[in-house]
C-alpha cells in the first residue's frame, strides 16, 4: 500500500482529475439531468424559464438551511429546530415590524431593517442555547435540539395564538420578497453568495477544518488543542443564523408572520444533506454536493406539480425517489 | 455543635447518599417519574384518582409499544422515521379491511378483528421488510431509506381512505382491544406488556438480540465475529415494524375508527422516549426498562399538564425544557460514580 | 513560558551540558490521584522527568501508564495532586496550554481525525492561519519536510481513516514532533512498527534527547526500555512501585516488579510434529494489488510466521483467507476443500478464526460489556446457546474463566470494554479464541499493547494450540516474536512472498537482510539480492 502510493506520480494528467473530480459528484448530477430531461419532455411547460426561476427560488430556501444543518450535521450533531427557527423569526420579524410601524410609518425602511436584526438575533440565540447545551451539559443533540423546537413552536404559537401576523410595512414584501435583478429574484443571488462563503469556509478557513475536526474525532479534536466548546457553539449558531435568514425570506414572500411556516423543512432538510452525502455520524460532507440535494428536491416536487400527479402519489413517489438517489450514489460507492 | 443535630446531618447525609446510590444504579429517570406524578397530584388531587392512573398506563403503553419498536433500530446504529406514517397505514387498511369483511356478512365480527389483525401485521411486516432489506442489502442510510418510507406508507393510507377516516367499526373491536380488562389488566397495558416481555427476552436472552447490541456496538467487529448483519439488520426492521403495527391496531380500537392521521407525532415521540430513557442513538446501548421509563415520563408529563390546565402552547415550551432537563439529569449519573 | 526555570527547583546551573541525572527538572509531579468509574487509576504517584532523558513508564495492562500521560497532556485533570512544569505549579492543565508549553504527546489509541488527510491531521490545531484563514501551501510543504525528515513512508494527502494501524502510528508520532517539543510523551510508539521505523525513531530519540527534550516513553516491549531508556519506574494497579536505573536492572528484576511474582520471559520451546496441511493458499491476488500471487501453506501443528516491514502486506494475507479483502486470483483451500467465496461467517464455521490487529476498528463493540465481546464468536455453539437461545450462566460462568486465564484487569466481565485499557481490550480479543473449538487461527498482531506477562500467556497459548494439533499463522511486526516462536517463516516484500526459511535459517539477520535489501528502501538501489 505504502509502495504503490508512494510510486504513484504526484500530478496526473489534466483530463484524469476532470473527470475523477465530476466522478467524486456521484450520480447526484446525472439523476438530476435525467429528471430535467424527464419532465421537459413530459411536459414543456416545465423548461420555460419562469418555472425554472421558480424551482431555483424554492430550492434556494431550502439550500440556505439545509448548508446550515450540513454544518451541524458534519460536527456531528443535530439539528431538529430549524423548522421551528424559521416559524419563531418569522413571528419574531412580523411582530416588530408591525408594531414599530404603527409609531413609525414614514420610515418603513428603517423599520425593516430593525425587523430583520431583531428577526435574525432571535433565530440565532436559539442555536446559542443549541450549543451550549450540546456542548456543555454534553446532551445529546438530538434530544436538545427536539427540546428547542418545541420550545420555540412553543413560543411562536402563543405570541400569535396561532394565528398569521399582518400590518409589515409593503415595502418588506414589494421591495424585498418580490424584487429581481436581471429578471432573478434576490433570494437566488443570496443562496448564492451564502454557499459560497460556506464553501470558502469549509475548505480554507480554520473554522471549517475544525468542523471536519471535530465530527470526525471529538476527543482526538480535544486532545489536540482545539477549543471544543466555542466551535461547537459556533457550529450551532450558524445553523440557526440560517435557518433565521430563510425565516426571513418566507416572510417576505408570504408577506406575513406565521407561526407555522416550515415544519416540513426540519426533515427536508436533512434530506437534502444526507441526499448529498453527508454523513449522520459526523465528519463527512460537502457543500456543494448539498446544494445540489437541495435542488433535487425542489425538482422532483415542482415536476411532479406540473405533470399533476395526484397529490396523494406524490408523496409515494416522493419517498421512492428519495430511496432510489441515495441507493444509486451507494451503487457507484460499492463498485469503486 | 450538639449531638443531635450532628445526628440529623448524618441522616441528611444518609439519606443523600442513598438518593445517590439509588441514582447511580437506576437512573434519575424513576425518581423524576415519580417526583412528577406526586408533584402533579399536589396541584390538582384528581390527579391521583385510580381511574387517571388507568389512563396514564393505557396512554403510556401505547407510546411504549411504538418506543421499543424505534428502540430495535436504533440499536443497529439505525432509525425508523416511517412509524408514524405506518401507524397511520396499518390503521386505514385494517380498518378498511374489517369494513370490506362485515359488508359481505354483517354478522362475522370475529372474523372481521383477525382479518384486519392479520392484515395490519402483514403490512406493518410488509413494510419493515422493505426497510430492512434497502438498509442491510443494498446499504442505504436508514434515515434516507425510512424517511422514504414515511412518504410511501402516508400516500399509500391516505389512496386508499381516499383521506378520509374510516368509521363505524364494530364496536366489539374497541370493545376487545381498548375497554376490556384480561385477566384485570387493561387490555391495551396487558398487550404492552407482551411486546416488552418479547422484546426482554429477545434482546437479553436470544442470539438474534446480541446480534443486534454488537452490530450496533461495531458493525465491523460484528462482520469479523462471523455475525451475518443483513439477516440481522433485516429481523430488526421487521420486529420494529411488527411492534408498530401492534400499537397501530391499539390506537385503532382506541379511536373507534381507521385514520390517516393517526400517526402525526409519534415518530419524534417515539425517538424521544426511547432517548429520554437511555437508548443511545450512536447504537449497542439500550434496554427495555429505558423504553418503559421514557413512555412513562412523556405521557405523565403530558396528561399532568392538561390537569393543571396549562395553556396548550405554553405546554410545548414546558416539554421542551423539562425534556432536555430531564435527560441531562440522568447523565448525571454516568458523571458521578 | 521558555526561561523559567526557578532557581530553588534548579538542581544544577542552567545551561550546562545535559547529562541525565545532572540536568534540572523539566516535570515533577507529586501525589497524582485519578479515579475512574469502578477504579483508582493512580493512586497517589510521584514522578520527575529530567531535561535531557528518557524515562520509562512500565507495568502491566491497566497499570495507570495511559492516564498518568494523559495527565501531563491535559486530556483530563487529576483528582489530586501537583504538576510542576519547568519549575512553574501548573493547575489547571488544558490540551491546548500542554500544546503551547511544548508538551507534544503521541497517544497510544491515537488522536486522529478519520476524515482528515495525514497533512490536515499533523496540524491539527495548529493550522498555520492569518485571521482564520488556512495556509495551506506552506502547510503542505512544512508536512512534506517533516515526513521526509522521520523517514517515513507517507503520503501527505491520504485521508488517515484508510491508512493501516501502523501508519496511523506514524501519522500520530510526525504529529507530536511537528512543533518545538520540550517534552515528548511516548505511549507505546512501536507497538505497531516494524524494526525499520523503529530504528528511525530511536534515532530520533537520541537527537532530541541531546537537545535536552524530556521523554516519558511507554513500552512493554523489554528491549526497547534498556536500548532507550535512563530510568524506569515501575507502575502497580495504580501504584508506583519504584524507580530504578535502567542500565543498572536486569530484565527479570523489573518484571518482578511489575507483576509482583516471578515470570520467565523467555519465548516457550514449541514442539514441532507437523501434520496434514490445514490451510492453503496459491496464488493469491488481491484486487488493489496490495498482495501479488501470494502462496503458502500452514499444516497442523506448526506455527508459521510471517515477517515483513509495515505495508507489505503480511496483514492482508490473513485479511484475504479470512474473506475480508476482495481477491482477484488464486484459491484458498482450507483441509483440503477448496473454499469457493470465503467471508468470515463460513471461515469460522470451518474451524478458521482471524484475530485484527485493530482492535478499535474491527476488534471490539466498545459500547458492549467484557462477556458479549468475548462469547460473540461462539453464538452458534451448543455450549452457549441453546435452539438460537443464550446460555446466560454457562456464558458467564465460561467468560469468568478465560477472564482468569489471561488475568484480564479488572475481572468485571459486565464492564464495557470502553472503559478498558489497551492492553486489556486486546486480551478480551484474544479471548474469543478460547470460546471454541478452532483448528485454524490467524493473528494479526497478537501481542500489540499487551504487557509481559500477558505476552507469556499468550505464546504458551500458543504452544498449547500447536502442540495440540492446531495449524497457527503468526503475522507480527515484532521481530523476536516471529523468530524465536515460528517453526517455518515467510517473509513478505511489497505484496509478494520473497522466501521461506524453516528451522536453522531462521535468524534475525536473515530476516533482516530479506526485509530492504530487494529494492533499498523508499525506492533506492537495486541489488540484485536472494536468500
Ligand atoms: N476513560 C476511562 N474510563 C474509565 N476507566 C478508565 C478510563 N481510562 C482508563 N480507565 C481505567 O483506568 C485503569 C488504568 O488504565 P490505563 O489506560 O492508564 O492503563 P495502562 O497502564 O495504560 O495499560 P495498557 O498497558 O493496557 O495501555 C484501567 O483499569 C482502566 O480500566
Ligand atoms: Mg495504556
Not at chain 2, 245 to 263: C, D, F, Q, Y
Request: net charge positive; glycine share 10%; charged share 15%.
Amino acid at each position: 500500500m505504502v509502495q504503490s502510493q508512494v510510486d504513484r506520480p504526484l500530478e496526473s494528467p489534466l483530463w484524469r482529475r476532470v473527470v475523477q473530480r465530476s466522478l467524486s459528484f456521484g450520480v447526484l448530477p446525472i439523476l438530476l439531468l435525467a429528471l430535467f430531461l424527464f419532465f421537459g419532455l413530459y411536459e414543456p411547460k416545465f423548461w420555460r424559464a419562469a418555472n425554472l426561476i421558480n424551482v431555483l427560488r424554492n430550492s434556494s430556501y431550502l439550500m440556505i438551511i439545509s448548508s446550515g444543518q450540513m454544518l451541524v450535521l458534519i460536527i456531528g450533531g443535530f439539528d431538529l429546530s430549524v423548522g421551528a427557527v424559521v416559524a419563531l423569526t418569522s413571528v419574531a420579524a412580523a411582530l416588530t415590524m408591525a408594531s414599530l410601524y404603527v409609531s413609525m410609518p414614514e420610515s418603513a425602511y428603517l423599520v425593516i431593517v430593525i425587523g430583520v436584526v431583531v428577526a435574525l438575533v432571535v433565530g440565532s440565540l436559539v442555536g446559542v442555547v443549541n450549543g451550549l447545551t450540546v456542548a456543555i451539559l454534553k446532551v445529546n443533540p438530538f434530544m436538545v435540539t427536539l427540546g428547542t423546537m418545541s420550545i420555540a413552536f412553543g413560543i411562536a404559537l402563543y405570541t400569535t395564538t396561532g394565528v398569521p401576523v399582518y400590518g409589515m410595512p409593503d415595502e418588506f414584501t414589494r421591495e424585498f420578497g418580490r424584487l429581481r435583478w436581471f429578471n432573478l429574484p434576490v433570494s437566488i443571488y443570496l443562496t448564492a453568495g451564502i454557499l459560497l462563503v460556506l464553501w470558502w469556509v469549509m475548505n480554507w478557513t480554520k473554522l471549517g477544518r475544525y468542523i471536519y475536526a471535530i465530527g470526525g474525532n471529538i476527543h482526538a479534536a480535544r486532545v489536540s488543542g482545539i477549543p471544543t466548546l466555542v466551535y461547537i457553539v459556533a457550529t450551532y449558531t450558524m445553523c440557526s443564523f440560517l435557518a433565521a435568514v430563510t425565516g426571513v425570506l418566507l416572510t417576505a414572500r408570504v408577506g406575513s408572520g406565521e407561526a407555522t411556516l416550515g415544519p416540513t423543512l426540519m426533515l427536508e432538510s436533512i434530506a437534502a444533506a444526507v441526499i448529498g452525502g453527508v454523513s449522520l455520524r459526523g465528519g463527512v460532507g460537502r457543500i456543494e454536493l448539498v446544494a445540489l440535494g437541495a435542488l433535487f428536491l425542489a425538482l422532483v416536487t415542482n415536476g411532479m406539480n406540473l405533470i399533476r400527479v395526484d397529490s396523494k402519489i406524490q408523496t409515494i413517489v416522493v419517498g421512492a425517489v428519495l430511496i432510489l438517489a441515495v441507493g444509486l450514489d451507494r451503487l457507484k460507492l460499492a463498485r469503486r | 455543635m450538639t449531638l443531635r443535630t450532628m445526628g440529623g446531618a448524618a441522616a441528611r447525609r444518609g439519606i443523600v447518599r442513598l438518593g445517590l446510590a439509588f441514582m447511580v444504579s437506576y437512573g434519575a429517570l424513576p425518581i423524576i417519574i415519580a417526583l412528577m406524578y406526586l408533584g402533579f397530584g399536589l396541584v390538582e388531587p384528581r390527579f391521583h384518582s385510580g381511574d387517571n392512573a388507568i389512563n396514564i398506563l393505557k396512554q403510556a403503553s401505547y407510546l411504549a409499544i411504538l418506543a421499543t419498536g424505534q428502540m430495535l433500530a436504533l440499536l443497529t446504529r439505525g432509525f425508523d422515521l416511517s412509524i408514524g406514517q405506518m401507524t397511520s397505514m396499518v390503521s386505514v387498511a385494517s380498518a378498511l379491511v374489517m369494513m370490506g369483511v362485515l359488508a359481505r356478512n354483517p354478522d362475522a365480527v370475529v372474523l372481521a378483528i383477525l382479518a384486519a389483525c392479520a392484515v395490519g401485521l402483514a403490512a406493518g411486516l410488509a413494510t419493515g421488510a422493505v426497510n430492512g432489506l434497502c438498509v442491510a442489502v443494498f446499504r442505504i442510510n436508514p434515515f434516507v431509506v425510512t424517511l422514504g418510507m414515511q412518504g410511501i406508507a402516508m400516500g399509500f393510507a391516505t389512496t386508499i381512505s381516499d383521506g378520509f377516516p374510516v368509521f363505524n367499526l364494530p364496536i366489539e373491536f374497541t370493545e376487545v382491544f381498548s375497554r376490556s380488562s384480561w385477566l384485570g389488566i387493561p387490555a391495551p397495558v396487558a398487550v404492552c406488556i407482551i411486546v416488552l416481555a418479547v422484546a426482554y427476552i429477545v434482546l437479553n436472552h436470544s442470539v438474534l438480540g446480541r446480534s443486534w447490541y454488537i452490530l450496533g456496538g461495531n458493525p465491523r467487529a460484528a462482520h469479523i465475529a462471523g455475525l451475518s448483519s443483513r439477516v440481522h439488520l433485516v429481523s430488526a426492521y421487521v420486529m420494529c415494524s411488527l411492534f408498530v403495527a401492534v400499537g397501530a391496531l391499539l390506537l385503532t380500537a382506541r379511536t373507534g375508527s381507521g385514520e390517516p392521521n393517526l400517526g402525526g407525532g409519534l415518530m419524534l415521540q417515539s425517538i424521544a422516549a426511547a432517548v429520554i430513557g437511555g437508548v443511545s442513538l450512536r447504537g449497542g446501548e439500550g434496554r427495555v426498562i429505558h423504553v418503559v421509563y421514557g413512555a412513562l415520563f412523556v405521557t405523565i408529563l403530558s396528561i399532568g399538564m392538561n390537569f393543571v390546565r396549562i395553556d396548550g402552547y405554553i405546554q410545548q415550551i414546558v416539554l421542551g425544557v423539562v425534556v432536555v432537563a430531564a435527560v441531562y439529569l440522568d447523565l448525571l449519573r454516568t458523571r458521578i460514580r | 513560558m521558555a526561561e523559567t526555570r526557578s532557581a530553588e527547583r534548579a538542581h544544577d546551573a542552567p545551561g550546562t551540558a545535559v547529562v541525565p541525572g545532572a540536568s534540572p527538572l523539566l516535570l515533577d509531579l507529586k501525589g497524582i490521584t485519578k479515579r475512574f468509574p469502578g477504579v483508582v487509576a493512580l493512586d497517589s504517584v510521584d514522578f520527575e522527568l529530567r531535561r535531557g532523558e528518557v524515562h520509562v513508564l512500565f507495568g502491566e495492562n491497566g497499570a495507570g501508564k495511559s492516564t498518568l500521560t494523559n495527565i501531563v497532556a491535559g486530556t483530563y485533570p487529576a483528582d489530586q495532586g501537583r504538576i510542576i512544569f519547568d519549575g512553574r505549579q501548573i493547575s489547571h492543565l488544558t490540551p491546548h496550554q500542554a500544546r503551547l508549553a511544548g508538551i507534544s504527546p503521541v497517544f497510544q489509541e491515537f488522536s486522529l481525525a478519520p476524515d482528515l488527510t495525514v497533512e490536515e491531521n499533523l496540524f491539527l490545531g495548529r493550522e498555520h492561519a492569518a485571521w482564520g484563514v488556512l495556509h495551506k501551501r506552506e502547510m503542505r510543504a512544512k508536512a512534506r519536510a517533516v515526513l521526509g525528515d522521520l523517514g517515513f513512508d507517507l503520503r501527505a494527502n491520504a485521508r488517515v481513516g484508510g491508512l493501516m494501524r501502523a501508519q496511523q502510528q506514524m501519522t500520530e508520532i510526525a504529529k507530536a514532533l511537528l512543533q518545538d517539543v520540550k517534552l515528548l510523551i511516548l505511549d507505546e510508539p512501536t507497538a505497531s512498527l516494524t524494526e525499520h521505523e523503529t530504528e528511525r525513531l530511536f534515532a530520533l530519540i537520541d537527537r532530541l534527547k541531546r537537545e535536552g527534550v524530556g521523554i516519558i516513553y511507554v513500552s512493554h516491549r523489554i528491549g526497547e526500555i534498556k536500548r532507550v531508556g535512563d530510568r524506569v519506574t515501575v507502575l502497580r494497579d495504580g501504584k508506583k512501585i519504584g524507580t530504578v536505573d535502567a542500565a543498572a536492572i536486569e530484565e527479570i528484576q523489573l518484571v518482578e516488579m511489575m507483576t509482583g511474582r516471578k515470570i520467565d520471559v523467555l519465548f516457550p520451546t514449541i514442539d514441532c510434529k507437523p501434520g496434514p496441511v490445514l490451510i492453503e493458499a496459491s496464488h493469491l491476488s488481491t484486487a488493489d494489488g496490495r498482495l501479488v500471487d501470494v502462496s503458502f501453506t500452514v499444516r497442523a501443528g506448526e506455527i508459521v510466521g510471517v515477517a515483513g516491514l509495515v505495508g507489505c502486506g503480511k496483514s492482508e494475507l490473513a485479511r484475504a483467507v479470512f474473506g475480508l479483502e476482495k481477491l482477484s486470483a488464486g484459491e484458498i483451500t482450507i483441509e483440503g476443500a477448496p473454499v469457493r467465496r470465503p467471508k468470515p461467517s463460513t471461515m469460522l464455521k470451518r474451524g478458521v478464526c482471524y484475530f485484527p490487529s485493530d482492535r478499535v476498528a474491527e476488534g471490539l463493540a466498545l459500547p458492549r460489556p467484557l462477556r458479549e465481546n468475548v462469547s460473540v464468536a461462539a453464538l452458534d455453539l451448543p455450549n452457549f446457546t441453546r435452539l438460537r437461545f443464550i446460555r446466560r450462566a454457562r456464558e458467564r460462568a465460561e467468560v469468568k474463566a478465560i477472564v482468569e486465564t489471561l488475568r484480564i484487569r479488572p475481572p468485571q466481565i459486565e464492564r464495557p470494554v470502553d472503559f478498558l485499557s489497551g492492553g486489556n481490550r486486546q486480551k478480551v480479543m484474544l479471548a474469543r479464541g478460547l470460546t471454541r473449538e478452532i483448528r485454524m487461527f490467524l493473528f494479526d498482531e497478537p501481542t500489540v499493547g499487551i504487557d509481559v506477562g500477558a505476552k507469556t500467556e499468550v505464546y504458551q497459548f500458543m504452544k498449547e494450540l500447536a502442540e495440540g494439533g492446531s495449524a497457527v499463522l503468526l503475522i507480527s511486526s515484532e521481530l523476536p516474536e516471529v523468530l524465536n516462536l515460528s517453526h517455518r517463516v515467510y517473509v513478505m516484500h511489497r505484496g509478494r512472498v520473497v522466501t521461506e526459511l524453516s528451522g536453522a535459517e531462521i535468524t534475525e539477520q536473515a530476516v533482516l537482510s530479506l526485509f530492504f535489501d530487494k529494492k533499498g528502501f523508499g525506492g533506492g538501489a537495486k541489488p540484485a539480492a536472494s536468500a
